[in-house]
């Protein structure tokens, strides 16, 4: 997959502005659908990429609501004094790190998330690594591939000796190098482990070309 090439002068702000500015020309504002309104700017959050959500709220076949305030039975009761029954309430929250077969220490955890170099490593053990502890607006499985080959090169090269293991060890014991590209991600659980696609995985490719 190619780079995201940015004009010259452009960064990743103007780039978001620039986004947001487009996507507002194909979609309009969708607080007009009852949606609210963002409180973050575009790329701060995980994007939702479903052309046909707007079609369907606009159609009728999708009804939005606000908060809920309670429940009772059935019934639900939203905080702008509204009420309605439903057969079914599914908690679509995004998902949730648990690795209940190791100790969190192990992972260096802190916070929400584990702490390792590149989302990978441990930085207190030399044969322990995570993959797919990532998440990224078109990561894609190419991105949890080259996770892969970064620690099947490490391993091996850590297994032979070799100076560029200890060079990558060193590295994992910190600081930890930025992977947000730039960009303001919400401080939230479901975010604690996002990183900036192309950021990111310019770090694993530089990481793993040292160990070729």
Known sequence: MGQLCLPVGMNQQ?????????LGWFTGDPSRFGLPRPDYKMYESHPVVNSLVLHHIGHGDIGVRGDIARLDGDTVHFKDGSAR?????????????????IDRTWLNWQGMAPKLYLNIFAPGFDNLAVLGMIEASGIGW?????????????FKAQAEGRPAAAALKKAKCGPTPDLSGGYNYLQLERMSYYVHKDTYRRAVRQASAALA
């Open 85 to 101: 029954d439903y057969d079914l309430i599914l908690c679509a929250t995004g998902y949730k790190l648990h690795y209940p077969f």
């Open 142 to 154: 190419q991105g949890r591939y080259e996770q892969a080959e970064l620690v099947a090169r490490y």
């Open 14 to 22: 103007d780039l978001q502005k620039m986004d947001t500015l487009v």
